[in-house]
């Protein structure tokens, strides 16, 4: 794993000048993701956020070969650019080691691109497929997708005088991932960027396909100040909202564990979407909360201990 | 040159033109009556037949979503479908004539849903007709075989690039057996040659971002790019025509004129029909009658000019189309062909035809009928209105 100096000598593949928010998640998911392959690398994106503000024509923050196509679709566009480069390689078209890296959001993830996603894993193509899960279609406007947590307020969960925002917790996509036995799953934030380098140096060289889902914190929607961004990803991380973990060819390791872990609440408090909670009568739902992040988490643990 | 008669499906002429084709990258997904296709190109592929890495995906709108992955890295890329499957690939069909990538596609016409049919008719196609591919309809299997063997030169020309469909009428063609005539592989290698260099994703010294967001500013100039190279491949596709007759002896165009030369009464259509209406034309044509018929082969680009020249020195005219417009007037064919005539001082009075749909059989005597309301036109000087054959 390279030094953090050895990473600031590294060309950078994405590139300033893109038009994502001030304190965006997404902006240093990305330029994370690819200082860390240090390999010509295909990049594919789902349409989302990221795409949009990076790619206005006639100008592009990626200095690597990037394709967009749509939606719902970005594995399985990737999956054939990866077939075609397979297919050129062995009739000797073409000679480097090219890595093939998918950039959706969560919704293009967990909802409409969950199929495209899931058949390009089982079909095994060597990809990296990497969530920036910011927990909502943030692009449109922030509506509540399949990766809203619970009680969050949404446009199309909105926070009324009857419903508290989302009434649902997250869908394990996790779990759904383990699921197909790809030989690497990872959970992680852009706080932690030891934490989110290592594991996309993993996942490149891991023989098969793999997938990291990234907390990506969106100031907008969720909505932050901007200066707390990378903060609190580390949050989520020490309430053990979202805990830092690898699955390796289905064997659970925490990467990384709270010496105390801090109550939910102190995840939620900083963000508005989640501000109607705090007034008197939702305590109930604090609560409920908590205890799913307390259930997920031990059975974290028991997995991890058992593998 | 010593040819190859085989006896074959419309399915298998595909495959057969696909595996001499040996692309690099086939994605597809099975879909009745295409399936066939890709069912036994798979086993050219597990056989080792072919170089071409086939991908089994998970859906129509996959295959073609990595179909665009692949022929954007530089694969020379095809795939196959039919009907409800081409309707799931509808925004990957836009998607990948907005990024001029010529990928080559069999398609099976068939009904759309609902009510669900598996048989034949062209509302599949034809709902994709304004999507920036080209669209070439076969007659026979023989015409399922040249088609497809050119649409490849087609689609990668420099001035095209753009996705190229080759049809076929389902069980119709796809199923039945015919003899056609063969190219063996090395000729069909070297009409299809190496494909013409373009930029591609796995070029590393020039980066290319695919797909970028067009705003206000360029996506009206890079749609008319897009009307341009469509318009460009007119020529592009009479030009391939000629080189391949000269190796085949077949010469193709854009539509076929059987009879016309002094025809007064003629029946216009796209497909397998042509068949049976060519059998009609002779029959009439045997009791003195002037009739001839009029088969659009390729129906995007549309060859306006060159169509109207053919039809306006005909009295009557049976536009007969086998997809319904569902606009309270008339079918997608029967449009064309009024716009091709509107510029032409003649205007021969024009009929239209809705028939086959879902697979219901046209016969002999179904033709003869249209044939015998475009002489009652002609003696009435007054068209009638759009008219479903055969329905109850």
Redesign the interface.
Known sequence: MPSIKELAKRKEKFVSGHRLCPGCGAGVVARLVMLAIDK?V?V?CATGCL??SS????Y?S?????????F??AA?????????????K??GK?D?D?VFVAFGGDGGTYDIGL??L???A??GHKMLYVCYNNQAYMNTGIQRSSATPKGASTTTSPAGKVIPGKIQFSKDIMGIMVAHNIPYVAQTVPGRWNDIVNKVERAINTDGFSFINVLSPCRLGWPHKPELAMEITRLAVETCFWPLYEVIEGKYKLNYKPKEKKPIIEWLKIQGRFAHLLKPGNEQIIEEIQKEVDRRWEELLKKCESS | MPSLKVTKTGNEIFAEAMRQINP??V?AYPITPATEIVQIFSQFVADGLV???Y?????E??AM???????????R?MTGTSAQGLALMW??LY?SAG?RLPIIMAVVNRALSAPINIHCDHSDTMGARDSGWIQIYSENVQEAYDNLIQAVRIAEHPNVKLPVMVTTDGFILSHCLEVAEILDDKEVQTFVGTPPKRQ?????DN?????????QD?YFEHRRQIAEAMANSIKIINDIADEYAKLTGRKYEFFEKYCMEDAEYAIVLIGSTAGTAKDVVDKLRSQGKKVGLLKIRVFRPFDYMKVKQALENVKVIGVMDRADGLNSYCGPLYSEICTCLYESEKKPVLTNFIYGLGGREVKEQDIEAVFNDLFRVGKEGKTITTKYIGVR
Request: net charge negative; glycine share 6%; aromatic share 6%.
């Open positions: 010509p295909v594919g795409e949009v790619t206005i024509f006639p592009s990626w200095d690597t070969p990037f394709i967009h196509s749509a719902e679709n399985a566009t990737i999956s054939g650019a990866e077939t075609a480069y397979r297919a050129l062995k009739q073409i480097k090219v199929q495209s899931s058949g390009a089982e079909r | 690099d990258v994605a170089k071409t890495e991908i089994a995906v998970e859906s709108h996959s979503s990595a179909c665009i992955g692949a022929s954007a890295a530089g694969a890329t925004e990957m998607i990024l591609t994703i796995l070029d590393f980066p290319i971002t695919l797909g970028a967001l067009d705003l360029y």
